[in-house]
């Protein structure tokens, strides 16, 4: 028998999701969140050849920054973790050399942010380098982690109780996340995470909610956030998949 969860999305953006599942245990919210940062296969550049490098960094330095440079990752099924995708880099000094000016093969696979500065270039120094980019997983290189902040928390539920006497000093409660207020989803930042601020003179009582947790999810632009949460409970159930045929053998 399926077991059936209900999902709510808080907020919702191209790269910052929040969202609360309601019926899963603490073990499979940390699965979900395992997932989508070891699982989800993103691209970066992996090996770079210098063709000219007269700037003040050593050459591993620049393949360092080079190599974690947020790229697009296209979607499944276009590359397989052996392809490689070419840019090519070309700058002359003075300025600044930027992710932008990265030069890609293959448009599927591009700078996601075309403002991350590598190198700053004075007059007569000049950077020109070759790299290849593959897909691999965040669980054999952090630069392959397409989510730079994943994390959940328990729902909690506020209740409302007496009022405060009015010779007692009502302290600050800060809370952060979301919060159930009778029945109702909201954000801590509306009332600056302080339960003070939003019930003044009111006692509050603040409780987990059993089984609910609120994820929120940030990517460094591979994919958009609501793509990477729905590649990484693919990822579950391929693994889930295979074990069910593993043991069946």
Known sequence: MTEAYDVEFVER?????????????????NGIRRAMVAD???MAIDEVRFIENSSV??????????????LTTPPEGEFAEDDVVTLSIDVEG???????????????????????PIIKLKDGQRLEAEADAVLDRGKDHAKHQGGVAVGYRHLQRVTVGEDISEFEEQE??????VIEDDG?????SEFDHDLSERYPGKEVHVEDVPGAFVFHVETDGSFDATDLVTRAVDTIDSRAADLEEAVQL
Not at 57 to 70: K, N, S, T, W
Not at 172 to 177: K, L
């Open 13 to 29: 953006g191209d790269r910052n999701i929040r969202f609360l599942v309601r019926g899963v245990t603490p073990a499979f919210a």
């Open 40 to 42: 989800v296969p993103t």
């Open 57 to 70: 960094m050593f050459d591993e330095q620049l393949a360092l920054r080079l190599g974690l440079v947020p």
């Open 94 to 116: 003075p300025g600044t050399a930027y992710s932008g000016d990265l030069v890609t093969s293959d448009d599927l696979v591009r700078p996601a942010d075309e403002n991350v």
């Open 172 to 177: 600050a409660q800060i809370i952060r996340g």
């Open 184 to 188: 109702e989803l909201v954000l801590t």
